[in-house]
C-alpha cells in the first residue's frame, strides 16, 4: 500500500489547495458584502470595512420574507420532487426489473428533456397556461414550476442508487413474501438513501437559486432571495457589494443546514451497500 | 381682442431673433388665429425651431411659465365628472395601492423609500414591488389578454419600450392622467418630457414622468483636461485615434448609457435630429441610411479597449473607468454617482461633461395599467411622487435629475456641485435649452443589429 | 414479468408520467407550436404557420448557427475539465485513503450552495483586469513570461474564457460528490485483488474503476453537459457581447428584442440537440448497465 507517513504532506498539500480554490471566491463575497470602501487602485485589499450594505439591504428589502420564501418554496420542492421520482426511480433503476416494456423507456427518456430546457422558455410556456388556470403569482405555481427541473436531476441521481443495489436482496425479500411497499421500504430505501439525499439535495439548491421562473410567474407576490440578487447583478444594474452582501443572506443559512445536513446523515451511514 | 394682439407680438418680438423666421409659416397661424397664447405659440416654435435651434434657444421660449392652480378648481367639475377631492376620497375608500418598478439599487432605495413616505402620508397601505421591466409588462398584458378586470398592479414604471409594448396591447389606462394631476404643472412644458412622447412613443397624457437620467461624457481628469476631451458628441473617433485603447462604452444590448449614446450618433451622423424627431419609425431609413453610423463604430472598434470585447453594463465600465483601466467612456450621472457614494470610485478622478449638441436622455416614469384595481390611489400616488418634496429625493438617492425643476433649484448647493451632477443651471440648461429625446423604435432597431453589425466577426 | 407486477410498475410511475405530461408537455408543445408561429402567446407571433424562424436559425450567415457552436464547445471544454476534476480529486482521496469527514465532505459541496448569481458576479470581479486573477494572470502573462503586449480580456472575452473558468469551479463538486459515493460503494476486495495479483494503480483504474463507474461516470458528465449547456447565468454575466450563449441568445432575442420567434426556434432546437444527446446517452447507459 502506498500509505507512507513521510508521503502524507502530498495529502495536505493537495487538499489545501482543493480548499483554497473552493474558498477564494466565496472569501471575495464576503471581502465585497463588507467593503464599504475599495478603490480598484488599492486593488489588494479594501480600504474601509463596515456594514453599511447589511443596514441598506435591511431596510430597503423584504428580506425576511424573501428568505422564508426562498426556503420554503425549496423544501416543497424537494419533498414533491423526491414523491414523485422515489417509486418511478425503482422501476427504472432496480436489477431485478430486468427489460422494462417500450411505453416505461420512453417515460424514462422523456424525462430527461427539462434538463435541456432554457428557462425562460419555460417560463413563457407556462405563462399563458398559468394565467388560464389561474396559478400565476401562486405558491403552487411556482413549486410546480420548479419541480420541472428538479426532476430529472433527482432521478438521474435516485436511479444511480438503485443500480448499485444486488438483485438479491428483493428477490430474497420476496421469497421471503414480502410485499412490494414493504421490500420499497425496508430494503430500497434504507440503500438508496444516499441517492435520494444527492438527488434532494440537488433538487433544493436548484429551486433555492432559481430566479426566472419566479420572476415571470411568481411576480409580484412571490419574491425570493436570487430575484433580489439578480436585481444587483442583471446587465443593467451590477452592484457587487449589496448583491455580495444579499448572497451571503442566502449563503450562510445555506451552508449551516448543509452542514447539519451533513452530519446527521453521516451519524445515521447506513451508506456502504455493494458489500 | 387683447389676448390676441398680445400673442402676436410675443411671437413677433420671438421671430426677431430667428434669422430663419421669414420663411417659417409663423405668420399665417397668428393670422389664422389658431394659436392665442404666448406658451402655446411658444411651443410651436419650439417644435418648428429645431431647424434652428441655435437661435430657437435664444428666442426666449419660457415652458416653465406655468400657471397657478386654479383657484376655484371645483367650479367647473359637472357632477359626473370626479375633481381632485373626489379623487382623494375615493383613493382612501380604495386604500391599498401596488406599485411596481425595476432599476438598480439606488433606484429600489428611492422607491421603497417613496412608497413607505406616502402611505404614511396618505394612510394608503403601499406595496412596492421591484421587479425587471419585462416580467411586470408581461404580466399586465397576460391579464388583459386574459380579460382579467382585477389587474395585480396600479402604477408601473417604464421606459420607452415597454411603454409602447404596453400601449399597443390594451395596458394602459388611456386617461390623460398627466393632466389630472395638481402637481402635474410642475413639470416644464415640453413636448419631450413625457406630455407627448416617451421615447418618442406617443402618451396622450396617459405617462407621468419621474426621474430624468443623463447620459455624460466621462472622462479621468486627472490625465485629461476638459479641453482635451471631444466637444462634440461625434469626436470620439478622432479621440480614441490619438488615445489608443483608452475609450470604451458598453454593449448597446445591456446598458443604456451603450444605446443612448448610439441613437445621438445616429441623430448626428445620419440625418439630423429633425429627420427622426416626432417622426414614425420607417425601417427603410435605417436599411438605406444608417451606413455612415455602422462605419463609424466599426473604425472606433479598432481604437477601443481590448478591440472586440464590450464591457456587459453600464456598471462594467464604470468599473474599468474606476480601475483607470480606461479613461473615457460614455455614462449615466446615477451610475458614477452610485460609484461615488458605494466607495468604488474615487471622486477625485471623475470628470464628467455632455457634449455638443447634447446626448438626448430619457424620462423614465409610471403609468397605470387598464386593469389596475385601485386608479384613484395610483393617481394620489403619481400626485405626491411629482411633489417638490418627493421629486428632492430623485438627485438625493439616485444621482439622477428630478422631473420636476424646482426640486432642483431648492437642493443644497453642495448636492448641485456634486462631481456627478453635469450641469448645474438645469432650468437654463434643460427647461430652456437645447433638449431632445430618443426615438425608441429607432433606437430598438439599433440595437437589434449592433451585434450582427459591429459585435459579431463575420 | 407477470402483468401483476407490470400493472405494479405503472403505478409506480404513474405521478412522474402525469407531472411530465402536464408540467412539460405544456411548455414544451407551446414552444414547438410558437417556433411554427402557430401561437399568440407572445407579443410577434403571426399566429399561421410559418417556416421563417427555421430558416433564419439556419441560415449560415445569421448568428443562430454560430451560437449553438460555441455553446458545444464552451460546454464541452467545461464538461471535461469539471469532471476530471471531480474524478482526480475523488480517485486521489481513493486511493490516499483520505477519509471525506465532515468538515471536508461539507466545504467540497460549497459551491453547489452558492448562488449561481453571485458566484458569476464573483469570478466577474475575480477576473476583470484589476480583479486578483486578473492582475496575476497579467504579471504572468505580459510582465514574467512577456508573451503579449497586451493582456487578453478574461471576462466578456470571445472565446468564453471566464464561462469555462466559472463553470468548472461550479461543476466540478458534482462530479465528486457522484463519483466519490461510487467509489464507497465499490468492493474493496476486487481492488486488493488486483493488487496481489500486482497491477499497478494506472492499470487498477483504468480496467477496474473506470469500467464499474461508468454509469456514474456517463451520468455525472451528462448531467454536468446540460446542466452547462442550459446555464443562463454565468453566461449572462460574464459572456461576451459575441459570440453569445444559446441560452443569452434566447433571452437576448425573446426578452430585450421581442423576437418570440427566434427565441421559439432556439429553445425548439436547443431541446432536440439536447434530446440527440440524451438519446446517445441512453445506448452509452444500457452498455455501462450491462457491464456494471
Known sequence: MPKRSDSRWVDWLVIGLVVWLILFPVVVVFLYAFATKWFPSHWWWPQEFGINWFRKILTSNNIVTAMLNSYLIAAVVTLATIGVTFPAAYVFGARTQGNNGSFIQLVEGFSNIPLAFPTITVGIGLLPFYAKIGLLSSFPGVVLAHMIMAVPYALRAMVSSFLMVPPEYEEAARNLGASRALILRKIYLPLVWPGMMAGGIFAFSWSLNEFVLILLLGYPNIETIPVQVYQFVGGYYLHPQQAAALGLFLLVPTLALMFLVERTVKSSAVVPAGA | MTDKTKGKSAIARKTRTLPEADELPVAGIARRGFIQTAGTAGLSLTMLGFIGREEAHAAAFKPDLTMEPNPHPTFGYPNWFPSWDEIERRAKAEGKLNVSAWGGPETKDHFGKICAAFEKASGIKTTYTHGDWFAAQQQVLNEVKDKKEQGSIDAIFLWGKPFSNLMQGGGVWEVPILDILPNGRKIAYRPEMGR??????????????????????????????????????????????????????????????????????????????????????????????????????????????????????????????????????????????????????????????????????????????????????????????????????????????????????????????????????????????????????????????????????? | MSPRRQLGNLLLIAPLTIFLLVMVMVPLVIAMLSSFGLTTVAPGLPGHFTLQGYRDFFDPSKPSLQALWFTFKVTLITTVISTSLGLGLALFMHF?????????????????????????????????????????????????FRLAEEAPALVADPYGIAIIVCGSWMRFPYAFVIIHGLLQMLDPSLEEAARTLGARTGRIVRRIHLPLLGYGLLSAVLLNFLALFIAFSIPFVLGASWPQFLSVFVYVNAKDQGNWLAGYTTSVVYICVALAIAYFYTRALAKARKHA
Open chain 2, 196 to 458: 407627448f412622447v416617451h421615447d418618442m412613443v406617443p402618451t396622450y397624457g396617459t405617462f407621468v414622468p419621474h426621474v430624468n437620467w443623463q447620459d455624460c461624457y466621462v472622462y479621468n481628469k486627472k490625465k485629461f483636461k476638459r479641453e482635451d476631451m471631444p466637444q462634440k458628441v461625434t469626436g470620439v473617433l478622432e479621440w480614441a485615434k490619438e488615445n489608443k485603447g483608452e475609450f470604451s462604452y458598453c454593449d448597446v444590448n445591456k446598458g443604456g448609457s451603450g444605446h443612448t449614446w448610439v441613437m445621438m450618433l445616429i441623430y448626428e451622423l445620419t440625418g439630423g435630429y429633425e429627420k427622426y424627431a416626432f417622426r414614425p419609425f420607417v425601417k427603410e431609413i435605417a436599411d438605406k441610411d444608417w451606413q455612415p453610423l455602422w462605419d463609424y463604430l466599426k473604425e472606433l472598434e479598432q481604437y477601443c479597449y481590448k478591440p472586440g470585447t464590450y464591457p456587459q453594463g453600464n456598471n462594467a465600465v464604470a468599473q474599468l473607468f474606476a480601475a483607470g483601466e480606461i479613461t473615457f467612456c460614455p455614462n449615466w450621472d446615477a451610475v458614477m454617482a452610485q460609484g461615488v457614494i458605494g466607495g468604488t470610485l474615487d471622486p477625485e478622478i471623475l470628470g464628467l461633461f455632455v457634449p455638443e449638441p447634447g446626448i438626448y436622455s430619457p424620462m423614465d416614469g409610471f403609468t397605470i395599467p387598464v386593469n389596475a384595481p385601485n386608479k384613484a390611489a395610483a393617481l394620489v400616488f403619481l400626485n405626491y411622487i411629482t411633489s417638490v418634496e418627493a421629486q428632492m429625493q430623485v438627485p438625493q438617492v439616485i444621482g439622477a435629475y428630478p422631473v420636476v425643476t424646482e426640486a432642483w433649484d431648492k437642493q443644497t448647493d453642495k448636492e448641485k456641485n456634486q462631481p456627478y451632477h453635469p450641469v448645474k443651471d438645469l432650468r437654463a440648461w434643460r427647461d430652456l435649452g437645447k433638449m431632445g429625446a430618443r426615438h425608441g423604435e429607432y433606437m430598438f432597431h439599433m440595437m437589434t443589429q449592433w451585434v450582427d453589425k459591429i459585435a459579431r466577426k463575420n
Open chain 3, 96 to 144: 490516499r485513503k483520505i477519509r471525506l469527514n465532515a468538515a471536508l465532505s461539507f466545504l467540497v459541496k460549497v459551491p453547489l450552495f452558492m448562488p449561481y448569481l453571485v458566484t458569476a458576479f464573483v469570478f466577474w470581479v475575480l477576473l476583470y483586469p484589476r480583479g486578483y486573477i486578473g492582475i496575476i494572470f497579467e504579471i504572468i502573462f505580459v510582465e514574467f
